[in-house]
């Protein structure tokens, strides 16, 4: 095979390669389209796949413990929302959340739940996650002035997690 030195050769019309001084065989096409072969293209498909996997994954789990914090977040709000009322003797009576409804945490005002229905406020639950609680009567009620209420745990929990708010009877909120 003979192989031509394009920058010598008179029928080069000075093209690109030919202007760099590249060798190439005689039946090189100038007009030879490049291009990636077939394999190519699925190997790169796939690993495209294999991160968006990672990715949607990642991106669920994320979800799941910023639903179950939110929701841990929303009951800490009724908690301590009810316990400033008490405190400040907002109507002059005790303030409470009630925790047995199945869609929402409600506050209310009276010494239980139901004495002033006008009042309740219902704070909507995300139906993912589970609630329990060793409150008496499933409700925690805040004593006017004083704030204080008995001992009793709310746990919050989804699939992988589970929170923990413990009540104690001075009214503190842990969490």
């Known amino acids: 095979m003979q ?13 690109s390669p030919a202007n760099r001084g590249i060798i190439l065989p005689p039946n090189f096409s100038k007009n030879l389209a490049g291009g990636f072969t077939f394999i190519e293209l699925i190997i790169v498909i796939a690993i495209i796949g294999i991160i968006a996997t990672y990715g949607i994954i990642a991106g669920i789990d994320s979800y799941r413990k910023q639903n179950l914090r939110s929701q841990v977040d929303e009951a800490i709000f009724a908690l301590e929302k009810a316990r400033s009322e008490a405190i400040n003797n907002i109507s002059g009576a005790d303030h409470g959340v009630y925790l047995a409804n199945p869609t929402a945490l409600i506050l209310f005002r009276g010494n239980t739940y139901g004495a002033q229905p006008a009042y309740n406020l219902p704070l909507e639950k995300n139906p993912a996650l589970s609630f329990s609680n060793t409150c008496t009567n499933n409700e925690v009620v805040f004593s006017k002035v004083s704030g204080e209420t008995g001992n009793c ?15 104690n009877n001075a009214g503190g909120i842990d969490y």
């Open 3 to 15: 192989l031509y030195h394009l920058k010598n050769n008179p029928t080069s019309n000075g093209a």
């Open 153 to 167: 745990n709310l746990k919050i929990s989804n699939s992988q997690k589970t929170f923990t708010i413990t009540i």
